[in-house]
């Protein structure tokens, strides 16, 4: 079975850091695409970050520069490191695991972790 567990989220204060993590079993994860995303409440589901499985990262327009994403695939872990938080990053934050190497693509999701960025 594969599991994508996130932990890390919680409440932190505007320009705090949360780092969020993700732990994958199932799926060879070194071959995976990994990425976080996030949804806002009232707001459809947006890309944060990315890292492929040669560790090449995206990061989506209004986190670049406060977020890093990197992976562990020793510990089948990737991780999102949050600084400088805002209250428009306020949102459930998803794991997600996408192989594209052969047809049809394998794509899985997490459960989801809140974070709530608030004074």
């Known amino acids: 079975q594969v599991q994508l567990v996130e932990s890390g989220g919680g409440l932190v204060q505007p320009g705090g850091s949360l780092r969020l993590s993700c ?5 060879i994860f070194k071959i995976f695409s990994m990425g976080w995303y996030r949804q806002a409440p009232g707001k459809q589901r947006e890309l944060v ?3 492929t499985s040669g560790g ?7 986190v670049k520069g406060r977020v890093t994403i990197s992976r562990d695939n020793a510990k089948n872990t990737v991780y999102l490191q949050m600084n400088s938080l805002r ?7 998803y794991c997600n695991a ?3 190497g052969i047809f049809p693509n394998r794509v899985y999701w997490g459960q989801g972790t809140q974070v709530t960025v608030s004074s």
């Open 87 to 93: 209250p428009e990053d306020t949102a459930v934050y």
């Open 49 to 51: 970050a990315t890292i």
């Open 56 to 62: 090449s990262t995206n990061y989506v327009d209004s």
């Open 23 to 27: 732990a994958a079993s199932g799926i």
């Open 98 to 100: 996408d192989y594209t």
